[in-house]
Nanobody, 126 residues
Framework: VQLVESGGGSVQAGGSLKLSCAVS????????MYWYRQAPGKERELVAS???????TYGDSVKGRFTISQNNEKNTLYLQMNSLKSEDTAEYYC?????????????????????WGQGTQVTVSS
């Protein structure tokens, strides 16, 4: 399984960016996809998630501004980021909850057992 993020860059506060995450390899038992971010000196933060049934969740700091989605084939994950703020500056990572062997997505997401991309930098200047 390979995840490759793209779409990061520099933008002024109030602007928008759309991140993409291309997923390849064995994805039949994908139970959910996630966007995380980590700013220098800070803990990794869950930004948004989308489960296999389509349910989405968002971190409090991005609710109403960010939207997570995926294409019909479920091999590309997106994060539309609007009304960006300087505090959104971070390295953004996508992650996949792929269960091998498949366990019908029982049990919680365990990040340490997930598949991760290499990250893409988002810099928002005020």
């Amino acid at each position: 399984v390979q995840l490759v993020e793209s779409g990061g860059g520099s933008v002024q506060a109030g602007g928008s960016l759309k991140l993409s995450c291309a997923v390849s390899g064995y994805t039949d038992s994908n139970c959910g996809m996630y966007w995380y971010r980590q700013a220098p000196g800070k803990e990794r933060e869950l930004v948004a998630s989308i489960r296999s049934d389509g349910r989405t969740t968002y971190g409090d700091s991005v609710k109403g501004r960010f939207t997570i989605s995926q294409n019909n084939e479920k091999n590309t994950l997106y994060l539309q980021m609007n009304s960006l703020k300087s505090e959104d500056t971070a390295e953004y990572y996508c992650a996949a909850d792929i269960r091998v062997p498949y366990d019908y997505c029982s049990g919680p997401w365990r990040p340490d057992f997930g598949y991760w991309g290499q990250g893409t930098q988002v810099t928002v200047s005020s």
